[in-house]
């Protein structure tokens, strides 16, 4: 859009004659001691804006070249007395500098394998396996020399649920590679801990674990789950002292938060299992075939269909819709000595009256309309 810069502050042109002076009343208002009260106008003239002296005495030059009157162009440089404005026929692209935090490449390298690693979780379905994988995950990307994956074991201490090597290969799942102070002091406090060199860390080197196993640099990062501790990641590099920096903990706490969700929904699962095991055994005493029922009332009725099953006799099961007439009839099909031949479940109250006799007791071909073979009655069937 028009528009005239004067001091950096850019003045809109929306009329067709524009005033400009020092005087306050003026559109666009340009303070200087040679600055008339009213030094020119901006006139919108066949589509051009022209620029106008209102007086012989106002000085005007355009571009350095004076003038009383002259069309203006985009970029053109206008002076007043001893002031100068700037015209733009359109507004000046804004190059705005945007200082991006370089990412290096360490922290680039993780984020990637981290992406890579949640995708590969929908495709599987081992949790174990899932555990290793990440496991693999966190040796790679923190430089240490093994890993391990440690569980509260339902108040009965610990046990090392993973344990992996720089070579993607599994080791000894035991806790006596695993330093018992530092990850007392991660699970105590429910923080990260890392130790740069334990043999000499002032909090450490006291400890026995450390000096049997003379460790150089460890992380250990709890695996906390809506409030509960579910274990730890523990990894170590017995060679390298100082290795482990503030990114390398950030990674870890990271992949840390996607073990939590894999041992807790592995916990889940189990339990799911456990429950199903356990509701199954229960009813096996309260089934009769595919009934379910351990009251007095039903006792009786399974007595009942054991009894009428062995013998020849017809027998009528009356109760309301949806007590289970069918699941009776069945089961003492299932126990008699007919059992091998077939149970045919009629809907009597879906048959419309008129077809009755040809439903139970069949038809020959051309008995009526539409009988264009034999059939079977449900009485022949069964």
Same mark, same amino acid.
């Given at each position: 859009? &028009? /528009? !005239?810069v004067v001091d950096g502050r850019s003045h809109l042109i929306v009329r067709k004659i524009t005033s400009i002076g020092a005087d306050r009343? *003026?559109?666009?208002v340009v303070e200087g001691a040679e600055v008339a009260p009213t030094h020119a106008h901006i006139r919108l003239e066949g589509g051009r804006f022209v620029l106008v002296s209102t007086a012989r005495a106002n000085t005007l030059r355009v571009n350095g070249r004076k003038t009383r009157k =002259? &069309?203006?162009? =985009? +970029?053109? +440089? %206008?002076?007043?007395?001893d002031a100068t404005l700037r015209f733009n026929l359109w507004d000046e692209p804004t190059t705005i500098e945007v200082q991006r935090d370089v990412v290096p490449q360490d922290e680039l390298k993780a984020y990637r394998r981290l992406l890579a690693f949640s995708t590969s979780l929908a495709q599987k379905q081992d949790v174990d396996a899932m555990l290793e994988a990440l496991m693999d995950e966190v040796v790679q990307l923190t430089g240490a020399d093994k890993g391990? !994956?440690?569980l509260t074991n339902d108040g009965d201490g610990l046990r090392v649920q993973t344990a992996r090597n720089l *070579? $993607?290969?599994?080791?000894?799942?035991t806790l006596d590679h695993? /330093?018992?102070? %530092? %990850? /007392? $002091?991660?699970?105590?406090? $429910?923080?990260? #801990? %890392? #130790?740069?060199? +334990?043999l000499n860390d002032t909090t450490f080197r006291a400890s026995a674990s450390v000096m049997q196993l003379k460790l150089c640099s460890v992380m250990c990062v709890p695996l906390v789950f809506a409030g509960e501790l579910l274990g730890l990641i523990y990894v170590g590099n017995d060679n390298v002292v100082n290795l482990f920096e503030q990114q390398h903990l950030d990674v870890l706490v990271v992949f840390a938060g996607q073990a939590a969700l894999l041992v807790q929904h592995a916990m889940q699962r189990a339990a799911l299992s456990q429950d199903n095991a356990r509701l199954r055994q229960a009813l096996e005493g309260e089934k009769f075939g595919s009934?379910?029922?351990?009251?007095?009332?039903?006792?009786? #009725?399974?007595?009942? #269909?054991e009894k009428v099953a062995a013998t020849d006799i017809n027998v009528l099961v009356l109760g309301e819709t949806g007590t289970g007439k069918e699941l009776i009839a069945r089961e003492i099909h299932r126990r008699s000595p007919r059992a091998e031949g077939p149970f045919v479940a009629v809907n009597c109250g879906a048959i419309p009256e008129n077809l009755m006799e040809s439903?139970?007791?069949?038809?020959?071909?051309g008995a009526f309309t539409g009988a264009d073979s034999d059939r079977e009655g449900f009485f022949h069937v069964a």
């Open positions: 859009m &028009p /528009s !005239l009343d *003026n559109d666009v =002259h &069309p203006l162009e =985009h +970029a053109d +440089a %206008i002076e007043l007395g391990f !994956l440690v *070579n $993607r290969e599994s080791m000894e799942a695993v /330093s018992d102070s %530092i %990850i /007392s $002091r991660a699970m105590q406090a $429910r923080e990260p #801990v %890392i #130790v740069s060199d +334990a009934i379910v029922g351990s009251c007095d009332a039903m006792k009786a #009725v399974f007595r009942k #269909v439903e139970f007791f069949g038809y020959r071909k």
